[in-house]
């Protein structure tokens, strides 16, 4: 038995669904930890493309358990949907494959109208850059103590009565604080109505049965959400997620004991890339970033925004292999790079005549950092084929080592193209 934690080591859209299809094969079990659906998934199987916010990306496998711990925050609309379209392509997802833990927040259509709100009232250049799902105020509703659980849909009367308690709140603030306009108590409760009366046979106890699946002696993954310098203690705050996204939630987001976590692995891509607002030191804004932005397809699975493209941050890497324990490294992306004469890695940062090996937590320090790069020969071949860690181009697997040696981190796996099989398992982390 083993427990196997995947998580995103930059800004997110490093490739995690990816990694954990190919992960999935080996796991009995397979948890989402935190979140909602601003992240978004992107699978390539057999030239088919699914997207998922919600759903472990463990789904497409039918002899597979899945769990939405209590550390994300659920849309119903949008599992549902999930659902449907899962249905639809000829994978139905019912409560014997998908768990959803009665602790988990619900996000309410007046969440959606505070994020929106919220943001239209900021002045430029202090927006967030939010995606307007509501992912911000459903955490701060649960911080708050006033949120609403996927378990209140099973009490009628419990979930009347904090509904129409923060109906009042919102339009409270949505009218007199924002000038929006105000949302309906009966148009949400009919909604919700139909939404528990779908949901309800999925609402569970994960983490006893989380437990049960350990002490059973199966394999299980954590599936991540975001990336670890979204994390909202731990990232460039405040432009960052509302949840930890650090592989220590993993516990924390499923009910699942710290001592029985065996491996983190991190899903590092070759180039770095960030979508919205927020500082990003190795951004470049020439010939080279529009070329990784084209040939990496780098638009956002959730928001369709294009990501702005960078060379490889090492601190942000080496950030991450702190941060979260990593024993093991998946690089993706890595035929992104093909056709570069040269490759580079930020090793630091210089700030005011001074080197700094760390992202600064001063957010105005963060902005104004300057990467010090080192540079590598790059190799014009298409690696989009290579199944073997030994056919890689010398100058790919210098780099690969470059990478290993200045985070510390041997990688485990390598990714060379968006499908299924175009992935190097170097190292099983499930095998101890």
């Not at 094969?25 to 935190?34: E, N």
């Not at 190799?379 to 290579?386: K, Y």
Request: include cysteine; charge should be negative.
């Amino acid at each position: 038995m083993s427990s196997v934690v995947v998580v995103g080591t930059q800004w997110g859209d490093e490739g995690k669904g990816k990694i954990v299809d190919l992960l999935t094969r080996y796991a009995d079990c397979i948890v989402r930890f935190q979140g909602g659906n601003n992240a978004g998934h992107t699978l390539v199987v057999d030239g088919k493309k699914f997207v998922f916010h919600l759903i472990p990306s463990g789904i497409l496998y039918e002899d597979k358990r899945c769990m939405i711990g209590n550390g994300v925050i659920i849309d119903p609309g949008v599992l549902l949907g999930e659902i449907a379209e899962l249905k639809e392509k000829g994978l139905p997802v019912t409560p014997k494959r998908l768990m959803i833990s009665e602790n988990a927040h619900l996000i309410m259509p007046y969440h959606q109208s505070m994020d929106l709100a919220k943001e239209a009232a900021l002045a430029k250049g202090q927006k967030i850059g939010t995606t307007g799902r509501g992912i911000g105020p459903c955490y701060i509703d649960k911080v708050g103590r006033v949120g609403i659980k996927a378990g209140d849909l099973l009490d009628d009367s419990l979930f009347r009565d904090r509904l129409q308690a923060n109906v009042e709140e919102k339009n409270f603030l949505l009218t007199t604080k924002y000038n929006s306009a105000p949302i309906s108590f009966d148009t949400i409760y009919e909604d919700f109505q139909v939404f528990a009366e779908k949901l309800i046979p999925f609402i569970g106890n994960v983490s006893v049965e989380l437990d049960e699946t350990r002490k059973a002696g199966k394999n299980i993954l954590f599936e991540g959400a975001q990336g670890t310098q979204l994390d909202i203690d731990h990232g460039t705050y405040p432009f960052v997620t509302s949840s930890n996204t650090i592989a220590g939630n993993a516990c924390n987001g499923s009910g699942f004991g710290p001592a029985h976590i065996d491996s983190v692995i991190g899903i590092l891509k070759a180039y770095t890339t960030r979508v919205g607002e927020g500082p990003f030191p190795t951004e470049l804004f020439d010939a080279v970033g529009d070329e990784l932005q084209k040939k990496g397809g780098e638009f956002g699975a959730t928001t369709g925004r294009k990501r702005r493209c960078g060379w490889l941050d090492g601190v942000v890497a080496a950030d991450a292999a702190r941060l979260n324990g990593l024993t093991g490294l998946a690089i993706t992306k890595l035929d992104v790079l093909s056709g570069q004469p040269v490759v580079r890695m930020a090793n630091s940062y210089e700030l005011d005549g001074r080197i700094v090996s760390a992202m600064p937590s001063n957010i105005r320090q963060a902005a104004a950092v300057k990467p010090v790069y080192e540079e590598m020969p790059g190799w014009n071949e298409d690696i989009s084929g290579v199944r073997s860690y030994e056919d890689l181009p010398v100058q790919a697997k210098d780099y690969v080592k470059r990478i290993e040696d200045f985070t510390g981190v041997e990688p485990v796996i390598i990714s060379v193209g968006p499908d299924r099989d175009e992935t190097m398992l170097l190292k099983n982390p499930f095998e101890k």
